[in-house]
């Protein structure tokens, strides 16, 4: 949870518990905000309320109580030990049941999502610069083919980085 809060998301807890537990729960974790006595239903509407007040919503959950919820977040986490409904309509499936992987997971998207940014600039540049100078002559066919593997390359070796920078933090 203290990884999810580094990255500015605010972590909600939404569960069918009494208010006890809930509350023994949340303190135990970090979590400031949470519901108790929650019925799918419920939750179901407590994300749908999130999203009209555009919030981006990650939805994490094991339980069959869970599943409407996790559908209709914008991304969908369930615990691989859960209910089998929750593991078809999630978008990420945690295999070690542990909120710790959300965190990883969180983290491995995020620089997933980077990389691409960066393969895109680097594909524009390629074809902002060889294409023109192809097509003026300035540069001859053969140069042109070589330069657009090279362009591929470093789109691959740039994107091999993401598992080298979370292994390393």
Known sequence: ISKVK???IK???LTGDNKENASKIANALGISEYKSKMTPEEKLRYVGNLQQEGAVV????DGINDSLALSRADIGVAMASGAEINLQ????VLLKNSLVELGEAIAIG???YKTIK???AISILY???TIPLAMAGFVIPLVAAISMSFSSILVV?????????IKNG
């Not at 309509?89 to 990420?92: A, I, L, N, Q, R």
């Open 6 to 8: 580094e990255y500015g």
């Open 11 to 13: 972590p909600v807890m």
């Open 58 to 61: 990650i939805m994490a959950g």
């Open 89 to 92: 309509t999630s978008d990420v």
């Open 110 to 112: 995020r620089k997933t």
């Open 118 to 120: 960066q393969n895109i």
């Open 127 to 129: 074809n902002a610069v």
């Open 157 to 165: 070796l740039n994107s091999t980085k993401i598992k080298s920078d």
